[in-house]
Nanobody, 124 residues
């Protein structure tokens, strides 16, 4: 089992950047594919980015391709999401998630463990 704790969110202005972090407990972090999702009020949870266990493969939602970058440091048990050129529509609760299943999915149902989320609010 793994516990995930996100940090790095906040209130920013349009055009700003943030680095979100997700720290994982345990000694088997590299057994998990990792993903970032977000959920805005009244909307469904949305896949943003995923990264493979070793970090060599990534995938992104079309809506954030080119603006968001996912990375991981297995030595620090941490996954990151660099978010650039923020827009008011990026305002949401951002979650990281871990998957023990093979491959790297964009489906939230394929992720076993979730953090509590970090709020990102972008003002215009």
């Amino acid at each position: 089992q793994v516990q995930l704790v996100e940090s790095g969110g906040g209130l920013v202005q349009a055009g700003d950047s943030l680095t979100l972090s997700c720290a994982a407990s345990g000694r088997t972090f590299n057994n998990y594919a990792m993903g970032w999702f977000r959920q805005a009020p009244g909307k469904e949870r949305e896949f943003l980015a995923g990264i493979s266990r070793g970090g060599s493969s990534t995938r992104y939602a079309d809506s954030v391709q080119g603006r968001f970058t996912i990375s991981r440091d297995n030595g620090k048990n941490t996954v990151y999401l660099q978010v650039n050129s923020l827009r008011p529509e990026d305002t949401a609760l951002y979650y990281c998630a871990a998957s023990t299943l093979p491959g790297m999915s964009t489906l939230s149902s394929r992720f076993n463990y979730w953090g509590q989320g970090t709020q990102v609010t972008v003002s215009s």
